[in-house]
């Protein structure tokens, strides 16, 4: 077994997964091999997701799992990220199978920890205060053929919602500097990217924290003319940003997709306070309906959370009714995670876990509904698709994505015939729908 053979592992969100990224150009750059069996592997690295409390259980149950393989090779086995930022010496403690720990900001000295840890021959653990923002400087590993990437644009959070962790686990918001970001998407470019998926906490805070002047919109001014990047998606805006200088660009910018993350979490202004949203249901409304109005066939994403404490049958009701009458494009909905060191994790008002499962039931049924019925007016429409390779689901189908469909969390375009080109947006015309999918050839 080859010392500097790594099997890795990401866990999480797509923030996370850039981490993981950046930590294996790392490795890489110092002689490391990726492999992926990890019977074969020296060194297992886990990057770890601590948000809620199914992603930390998946996290530990993950490390636990590869823990075992100690017992038949595996010499070096390293924990990062959220879990570790977020539990400290306590998971230490837990998981005596480690060698080394690393927490969020810590990553970049990676190198530096392994030989430390090495020398000492001992657990060595590092989560330092969270302040680190990388750099295009810091190399990056992507997978080959792939052609869409995330963009990382900013660090951390300062919004302070009630039920989020995140500010404790990632630092304050911090914007990265706006010619660097641009630089990493022509690094990326270069790289056979051709869709940049902008990512942060918020994505609409960006440049809010330096004194350059810079926000989203003029970095959205520079990235449009970075060639070669044929699609630009904007995930993660907090509600309150939209502005309509924002709106403009999306809706005048042709690299822009038509395609706008707006979690709002809750539509009850009694609930949208307690969870220290900063907007009320009108102003929600407002924000959707000048969207809807400015550009009419921008495709809409939300996310929700239900049994959010005080979350009364009538406030579950409201919900319900919006999400049937505000008709997004896609929908994530989360049971609300009691999650300690959050102001609503001692809130009164808690609601029974049965009484969360009930309504994150009903919540899905209601916008499966509507996405079945979305999808069904492509049928005989012709859709731009970015091709992504062999689908996961038969080796006879080739799939991909449409401008209203995000990598990792919407649904598939999947191709049966044509003169399919992987790697590029040719023209799909969409001959079934499904609930969440579609299947159609390329013409």
């Known amino acids: 077994m080859k010392k500097k053979n790594i099997f890795f592992v990401s866990l999480g969100c797509s923030k996370n997964l850039v981490d993981s990224e950046l930590m294996l150009g790392l490795l890489k750059d110092d002689g490391y091999t990726v492999t992926d069996d990890p019977e074969k592997a020296y060194m ?5 997701c601590g948000f809620i409390a199914d992603a930390k259980d998946e996290s530990i149950n993950t490390i636990l799992e590869y823990a075992q393989l100690k017992e038949s090779g595996l010499k070096k086995l390293i924990v990062a990220g959220c879990m570790v930022q977020r539990y400290k010496e306590k998971f230490v403690k837990l998981l005596p199978e480690v060698d080394l720990f690393i927490g969020t900001s810590d990553y970049p000295k990676i ?3 392994i030989k430390e840890q090495e020398a000492a021959n001992a657990t060595v653990y590092h989560a330092s205060k969270p302040e680190f923002t990388h750099t295009s400087d810091i190399p990056r590993i992507l997978f080959p053929g792939q052609r869409s990437a995330y963009l990382k644009i900013a ?14 686990l990632r630092g304050s918001f911090r914007s990265r500097q706006e010619d660097d970001v641009v630089k990493s998407a022509k690094h990326l470019v270069k790289n056979g990217i051709v869709e940049l998926n902008l990512i942060a906490q918020d994505v609409g805070s ?4 330096l004194t350059s002047g810079y926000d989203l919109v003029s970095l959205l001014k520079k990235l449009v003319k970075v060639r070669g990047a044929k699609w630009l998606r904007l995930l993660y805006m907090h509600p309150k940003h939209v502005t309509d200088e924002m709106i403009a660009i999306i809706k005048n910018e042709k690299k822009i997709l038509k395609y706008i993350d707006l979690p709002i979490q809750h539509i009850s202004s009694k609930i949208l306070k307690r969870m220290n949203r900063h907007q009320s249901e009108k102003q929600v409304r407002g924000v959707i309906d000048k969207i809807r109005k400015e550009i009419p066939d921008a495709a809409l994403r939300t996310s929700l959370i239900v049994g959010f404490p005080g979350e009364t049958q009538d406030d579950f009701n409201r919900l319900l009714g919006f999400v049937k009458e505000a008709r997004f494009d896609n ?5 609300y995670s009691k999650e300690e060191g959050t102001k609503a994790y001692g809130m009164d008002g808690q609601i029974h876990h049965n009484t969360k499962k009930a309504r994150l039931r009903r919540i899905l049924e209601a916008q499966a509904v509507i996405s079945r019925e979305k999808n069904e007016q492509y049928v005989g429409r012709t859709l731009p698709v970015l091709v992504e390779g062999e689908s996961e689901e038969s080796e006879l189908l080739i799939q991909g994505r449409t401008y209203f469909q995000a990598p990792d969390i919407d649904g598939r375009v999947y191709i049966t015939d044509g003169d399919i080109k992987v790697g590029t947006i040719q023209n799909v015309e969409i001959e079934e729908a499904h609930t969440y999918d579609l299947v159609g050839r390329v013409v």
């Open 111 to 113: 190198i530096e920890y």
């Open 155 to 168: 660090e951390g959070c300062r919004n302070h919602c009630t039920y989020c962790i995140i500010p404790k």
């Open 44 to 48: 297992v690295v886990i990057n770890t």
């Open 331 to 335: 929908l994530g909905v989360f049971a």
């Open 206 to 209: 960006y440049g809010s924290d």
